[in-house]
């Protein structure tokens, strides 16, 4: 199957990713021959096998809702771009 | 001998005795690194005077009280993937270059409690995706073996540190081979535990269904004890199983006898450098001097591994990654909206492989793309565990080179993303299946560099494959083989 930049193009925009048009170009060639070696999957018959879900089985691990961690705001906010007083302070989100 | 050259159990041992100091060792460390890392670069960050502190707070300790960990004054350097609290944790990326973890991991919390000294944080490809080191945003490590050779990855920095005498002992990560590989590569001992052995807390993720963190080593003995010292069940890790943590030093016994161990012939094929597939078969030789009884098994999914893990690998990456948006953490460019926010950001924060990664996981994962990539490699994971459970019939443990290679050239294959995906050959099926594997030295090439060879095991099965790798150890010297750094 080819690959056209349109798709690669799309596939950016969903990982939320600005391509130059000489990265999309590059990554266009680049998907195309890893997903051609991709294709190799294509020559075993899977339709009886269940897809994998664990490598060692555990069931759900449960816990209480309880806050263990310690409050370490002003650790956390030192790390953000920008603040307002204890708050993250971020693009507007609603036009 | 020189104090850094130590191992750990040695270095306990002269600690214990009170032959030397925890502070002394530090500062032997640290001068080790003040005259290699100029050239070598194993670290992103160090941190001497929190050491020298550290390394006092043991000596006191040890004092006081006999040590109950062989961890206590021990200087450790760890993958700069593992959260440190109050410590920048970059993870090699641009977009958490300035990242002051606000918590520690649980394997960093837990080699603290036992008293090691933290000497820094140590290379890596970026979000540990690569297997040369040189996909770091901020610099390439170099093979202390050989000055113009990639350490290998994506645990670059940390195998290098451990080659050069930079750290007594490190801990790495592996998705795919990233422990293993760099070992194999640097003449080291590394050990990817069974998936759950080892929290994940903390760990910045790359690929949740096979990411594990494990120790890198100068001897088997060290790698047993850095490894007790890290595994165990963690309410914080889902993923994390409950089950004992044995001794893991009282499995190294140096008696293999009547032990099965199988070789697949799938691994030993035309693509394998001759001089590794003579190393390792010697090995085997040796091994079976030792007693073990050597079998023929089969993995005959082995070569659809390849592509099975890119396409797995890059999905959970794809997804994990999506944090990375400019807006709690964490680099955040100027964009005039949120949505050219979040676009600009991502893009100047993420190296070339990185950005590659999400884009094919994202392909994977998308709507029509999906049964055909990502569902289709999930049923063919399960046939690649099938084989191990098949082949674990028949054997207790099975023996493969680490790498088909030694260590190549810097900028070799950096510009062909699939021949380096192809370098991992050796080691990602082991993470498909989430069973431990273990690298130890077992040769030199005609250039002087290192040659691995891997022992893989059943799940939980990691003292069997110390065993082994142990048995092997104590037959050979190529464990006390040291790079030469005449040019560094």
């Given at each position: 199957m080819k690959l056209t930049s349109e798709v690669v193009a799309r596939v950016a925009q969903l990982a939320r990713l600005r391509l130059l048009p000489e990265e999309l170009n590059q990554l266009t060639i680049e998907l195309q021959s890893i997903l051609q070696y991709m294709d190799?999957?294509?020559?075993?018959?899977?339709?009886?096998i269940e897809p994998f879900t664990q490598a060692v089985y555990s069931s759900n691990a449960f816990r209480d809702d309880l806050v263990t961690n310690d409050p370490n705001t002003d650790a956390i906010l030192a790390n953000a771009p920008a603040t307002a007083k204890t708050f993250f302070k971020v693009p507007k989100i609603i036009e | 001998m020189n104090l850094f050259s130590l191992t750990i159990h040695e270095a306990s041992d002269k600690l214990r005795k009170r032959e030397v100091s925890s502070q002394e060792l530090t500062e032997a460390v640290f001068q080790r690194v003040a005259e290699t890392d100029g050239l070598i670069r194993s670290y992103i960050t160090l941190c001497r005077e929190a050491a020298i502190a550290q390394a006092k707070e043991a000596d006191e300790r040890l004092k006081r009280e006999a040590p109950s960990s062989p961890l206590l004054g021990i200087p450790v350097a760890l993958k700069d993937n593992l959260l440190t609290q109050g410590l920048r944790t970059t993870c090699a990326s641009r977009i958490l270059d300035n990242f002051i973890s606000p918590y520690d991991s649980t394997v960093v919390a837990k080699v603290r409690s036992a008293g090691a000294v933290i000497t820094g944080k140590t290379n890596l490809d970026e979000f540990a995706m690569g297997s040369s080191a040189e996909n770091s945003a901020f610099f390439p490590t170099r093979n202390p073996?050989?000055?113009?050779r990639v350490p290998g990855g994506s645990s670059g920095g940390s195998a290098a540190s451990v080659a050069a005498d930079q750290c007594i002992a490190a801990l790495g990560t592996d998705t795919g081979g990233s422990i293993r590989q760099p070992a194999a590569f640097c003449g080291i001992v590394g050990l990817k535990p069974t998936y759950?052995?080892?929290?994940?807390?903390g760990v910045i993720a790359f690929a949740s269904s096979m990411d594990q963190v494990g120790p890198m080593t100068k001897d088997v003995r060290d790698c047993a004890l850095l490894l007790e010292a890290i595994s165990g069940h963690d309410p914080a890790d889902s993923t994390s199983v409950n089950c004992p943590v044995p001794?893991?030093?009282?499995?190294?016994?140096?008696d293999i006898a009547g032990l099965r161990l199988g070789v697949p012939k799938?691994?030993?094929?035309?693509?394998?450098q001759w001089t590794v597939d003579e190393a390792v078969t010697d090995a085997i030789r040796q091994l079976e001097k030792c007693g073990a009884i050597i079998e023929e098994v089969s993995l005959p999914h082995a070569e659809y591994a390849m592509a099975v893990y890119y396409i797995i690998a890059t999905a959970e990456a794809s997804s994990n990654l999506?944090?990375?948006?400019?807006?709690?953490y964490g680099h955040r460019a100027a964009g005039r909206d949120l949505a050219e926010t979040y676009m600009l950001t991502r893009a100047e924060g993420f190296g070339p492989e990185v950005k590659r990664r999400i884009m094919l996981g994202t392909y994977a994962l998308s709507a029509g793309y999906y049964d055909e990539y990502y569902l289709k490699a999930q049923k063919v994971r399960t046939l690649v565990c099938r084989d191990f459970d098949t082949a674990f019939k028949h054997c207790d443990a099975i023996v493969t080179p680490t790498s088909p290679s030694t260590a190549f050239k810097m900028g070799e294959k950096i510009q062909n993303p699939l021949q380096m995906y192809l370098s991992d050959i050796c080691t990602i099926s082991i993470n498909l299946a989430g069973v431990p594997a273990i690298s130890v030295p077992c040769g030199l090439d005609r250039e002087g560099l290192p040659i691995g060879m891997q022992v893989i095991g059943k799940h939980f099965d990691e003292p069997t494959i110390l065993r082994v790798a142990y048995a092997y150890e104590q037959q050979t010297e190529w464990h006390r083989k040291k790079p030469a750094l005449s040019h560094a």
């Amino acid at each position: 199957m080819k690959l056209t930049s349109e798709v690669v193009a799309r596939v950016a925009q969903l990982a939320r990713l600005r391509l130059l048009p000489e990265e999309l170009n590059q990554l266009t060639i680049e998907l195309q021959s890893i997903l051609q070696y991709m294709d190799k999957l294509r020559e075993i018959d899977t339709s009886e096998i269940e897809p994998f879900t664990q490598a060692v089985y555990s069931s759900n691990a449960f816990r209480d809702d309880l806050v263990t961690n310690d409050p370490n705001t002003d650790a956390i906010l030192a790390n953000a771009p920008a603040t307002a007083k204890t708050f993250f302070k971020v693009p507007k989100i609603i036009e | 001998m020189n104090l850094f050259s130590l191992t750990i159990h040695e270095a306990s041992d002269k600690l214990r005795k009170r032959e030397v100091s925890s502070q002394e060792l530090t500062e032997a460390v640290f001068q080790r690194v003040a005259e290699t890392d100029g050239l070598i670069r194993s670290y992103i960050t160090l941190c001497r005077e929190a050491a020298i502190a550290q390394a006092k707070e043991a000596d006191e300790r040890l004092k006081r009280e006999a040590p109950s960990s062989p961890l206590l004054g021990i200087p450790v350097a760890l993958k700069d993937n593992l959260l440190t609290q109050g410590l920048r944790t970059t993870c090699a990326s641009r977009i958490l270059d300035n990242f002051i973890s606000p918590y520690d991991s649980t394997v960093v919390a837990k080699v603290r409690s036992a008293g090691a000294v933290i000497t820094g944080k140590t290379n890596l490809d970026e979000f540990a995706m690569g297997s040369s080191a040189e996909n770091s945003a901020f610099f390439p490590t170099r093979n202390p073996w050989h000055l113009e050779r990639v350490p290998g990855g994506s645990s670059g920095g940390s195998a290098a540190s451990v080659a050069a005498d930079q750290c007594i002992a490190a801990l790495g990560t592996d998705t795919g081979g990233s422990i293993r590989q760099p070992a194999a590569f640097c003449g080291i001992v590394g050990l990817k535990p069974t998936y759950g052995r080892v929290s994940r807390y903390g760990v910045i993720a790359f690929a949740s269904s096979m990411d594990q963190v494990g120790p890198m080593t100068k001897d088997v003995r060290d790698c047993a004890l850095l490894l007790e010292a890290i595994s165990g069940h963690d309410p914080a890790d889902s993923t994390s199983v409950n089950c004992p943590v044995p001794s893991y030093s009282k499995s190294l016994t140096g008696d293999i006898a009547g032990l099965r161990l199988g070789v697949p012939k799938e691994y030993f094929t035309s693509g394998l450098q001759w001089t590794v597939d003579e190393a390792v078969t010697d090995a085997i030789r040796q091994l079976e001097k030792c007693g073990a009884i050597i079998e023929e098994v089969s993995l005959p999914h082995a070569e659809y591994a390849m592509a099975v893990y890119y396409i797995i690998a890059t999905a959970e990456a794809s997804s994990n990654l999506a944090r990375y948006d400019g807006m709690r953490y964490g680099h955040r460019a100027a964009g005039r909206d949120l949505a050219e926010t979040y676009m600009l950001t991502r893009a100047e924060g993420f190296g070339p492989e990185v950005k590659r990664r999400i884009m094919l996981g994202t392909y994977a994962l998308s709507a029509g793309y999906y049964d055909e990539y990502y569902l289709k490699a999930q049923k063919v994971r399960t046939l690649v565990c099938r084989d191990f459970d098949t082949a674990f019939k028949h054997c207790d443990a099975i023996v493969t080179p680490t790498s088909p290679s030694t260590a190549f050239k810097m900028g070799e294959k950096i510009q062909n993303p699939l021949q380096m995906y192809l370098s991992d050959i050796c080691t990602i099926s082991i993470n498909l299946a989430g069973v431990p594997a273990i690298s130890v030295p077992c040769g030199l090439d005609r250039e002087g560099l290192p040659i691995g060879m891997q022992v893989i095991g059943k799940h939980f099965d990691e003292p069997t494959i110390l065993r082994v790798a142990y048995a092997y150890e104590q037959q050979t010297e190529w464990h006390r083989k040291k790079p030469a750094l005449s040019h560094a």
